[in-house]
């Protein structure tokens, strides 16, 4: 699954998908928390709830948040879990300065850390976090395998992985009119409010690629993790995985 062929944001010859997604998001950062609540009419906020319910039976005291944008993981996950400490990064700095923002704005600046990092390469000792969650970031990693291999390697034996992810709805007709508003309805929106088509466009194209059920839960096998488990949301539009780090 490696070997196919990358959907990028940008397309872009001799720009790295890394490179490409740094960009995307840094410009769509302003708008980016508005058009999440917008196009998703606050669905979003309880899948992210409901995937950290995961952790509360763990009582994680030290957390990493891979791709964690405006911190909208990390914030729910100092309210809900009550932990130490809580390490958030991502790619993309105008994204990680909105989320600044609205964790000084919450009080948390001493629970919460942002800071530039890159999940294929993390910046971490072995063993180092309780839990590791990721929301609708997997799916933007230009190597799949390495950067779960390295969210693997920094949880400490006995840890979990949540990663929340898009994943793609079977049932007629919701299949249809999901495909259709992601593909022609989405992209058009993003273009009058982000302006940046392309970024909504390559949201559609990227989850179309992305290895979901099954496909997903052998490749966290394959990168170490055990128990991998699957739960999908909304008539499928995402699913929650959950695996742990061997004792």
């Given at each position: 699954?490696?070997?196919?062929?990358l959907?990028?944001?940008?397309?872009?010859?001799?720009?790295?998908?890394?490179?490409?997604?740094?960009?995307?998001?840094?410009?769509?950062?302003?708008?980016?928390?508005?058009?999440?609540?917008?196009?998703?009419?606050?669905?979003?906020?309880?899948?992210?709830?409901?995937?950290?319910?995961?952790?509360?039976?763990?009582?994680?005291?030290?957390?990493?948040?891979?791709?964690?944008?405006?911190?909208?993981?990390?914030?729910?996950?100092?309210?809900?879990?009550?932990?130490?400490?809580?390490?958030g990064?991502?790619i993309?700095?105008?994204?990680?300065?909105?989320?600044?923002?609205?964790?000084?704005?919450?009080?948390?600046?001493?629970?919460?850390?942002?800071?530039?990092?890159?999940?294929?390469?993390?910046?971490?000792?072995?063993?180092?976090?309780?839990?590791?969650?990721?929301?609708?970031?997997?799916?933007?990693?230009?190597?799949?395998?390495?950067?779960?291999?390295?969210?693997?390697?920094?949880?400490r034996?006995?840890?979990?992985v949540?990663?929340?992810?898009?994943?793609?709805?079977?049932?007629?007709?919701?299949?249809?009119?999901?495909?259709?508003?992601?593909?022609?309805?989405?992209?058009?929106?993003?273009?009058?409010?982000?302006?940046?088509?392309?970024?909504?466009?390559?949201?559609?194209?990227?989850?179309?690629?992305?290895?979901?059920?099954?496909?997903?839960?052998?490749?966290?096998?394959?990168?170490?993790?055990?128990?991998?488990?699957?739960?999908?949301?909304?008539?499928?539009?995402?699913?929650?995985?959950t695996?742990?780090?061997?004792?």
């Amino acid at each position: 699954m490696e070997n196919k062929p990358l959907v990028t944001p940008y397309r872009s010859d001799g720009e790295s998908k890394k490179a490409q997604v740094e960009r995307m998001f840094d410009k769509i950062a302003p708008r980016y928390d508005l058009l999440n609540r917008v196009l998703s009419l606050g669905i979003d906020v309880w899948w992210r709830r409901k995937a950290l319910g995961y952790l509360r039976q763990l009582q994680p005291k030290v957390i990493l948040d891979v791709a964690t944008g405006t911190a909208d993981v990390a914030l729910l996950a100092a309210r809900m879990l009550k932990p130490e400490r809580i390490t958030g990064i991502d790619i993309a700095n105008q994204m990680l300065e909105y989320g600044r923002e609205k964790i000084r704005r919450a009080g948390l600046e001493r629970v919460i850390t942002l800071e530039t990092g890159d999940s294929e390469q993390l910046q971490f000792p072995d063993c180092h976090f309780d839990a590791v969650t990721v929301a609708f970031g997997v799916r933007n990693f230009e190597h799949l395998e390495k950067g779960l291999s390295e969210m693997q390697r920094v949880l400490r034996p006995g840890g979990r992985v949540v990663i929340l992810e898009f994943s793609r709805p079977q049932l007629f007709p919701f299949k249809q009119l999901y495909n259709t508003y992601f593909k022609y309805v989405l992209p058009r929106i993003g273009r009058l409010t982000s302006r940046d088509m392309r970024a909504y466009s390559y949201l559609f194209e990227s989850v179309q690629a992305f290895p979901e059920g099954h496909d997903f839960l052998s490749i966290l096998t394959k990168t170490g993790y055990q128990n991998p488990q699957c739960e999908r949301l909304t008539l499928g539009i995402c699913s929650i995985y959950t695996a742990e780090k061997a004792p």
